[in-house]
């Protein structure tokens, strides 16, 4: 697992050095000085889960120099690892997610029920769709009980045309 929101990243609020109390050295260590792959690392004592936290916050966009320091990480990581899961900042309003889209085999959407708007959902699958990104699915979290009763009614037709398009791939 790759926590690759370098902005914002969730594993550097609980993840410190023990040696020099910062945050661990993550994604954003890799492709902006460099760092090893062997270096950011991390192992779940409890469960045995490797992960890479965010690293230290970076403000500006993947430069092309990060972008094939980040290609390469990749590559060597899919040696090693049989499924790499990256988490990605949101996808609207920056274009974070779609660099890390297309250097994926598969991306799979995730949106939070009744909290992310319709027309948020449509303009992601858009921009997934115009970037050329291999789209598996799409995830609805904190879907409550009774939302299958109304599910499928608010899309237009519109909508209806963009998710087929993705149905037909």
Known sequence: ??????????????????????PSLGMSDLV???????DVIRTDPDTGFD????GRTME????????????????ELKRSYELIIIDCPPL??????????????QVIFVCRWKSTTQRAVMACLERLETS???LAGVVATMVEDNAMDVM???????DIKILNRFDEK
């Open 152 to 158: 499928g009614y608010s899309y237009g037709n519109r």
């Open 60 to 75: 500006h966009a993947f430069s092309p120099v990060e972008i094939r320091r980040l290609r390469a990480m990749l590559v």
């Open 32 to 38: 902006t000085t460099g760092a090893r792959v062997e």
């Open 1 to 22: 697992m790759i926590d690759a929101d370098h902005r914002r990243g969730m594993l550097d609020q609980y993840l410190t050095d023990v040696t020099t109390g910062r």
């Open 132 to 134: 050329g990104a291999p």
């Open 51 to 54: 992960y890479i936290p965010a």
């Open 92 to 105: 609207l309003g920056l274009s974070d997610a779609l660099v890390h889209a297309n250097m994926s085999d």
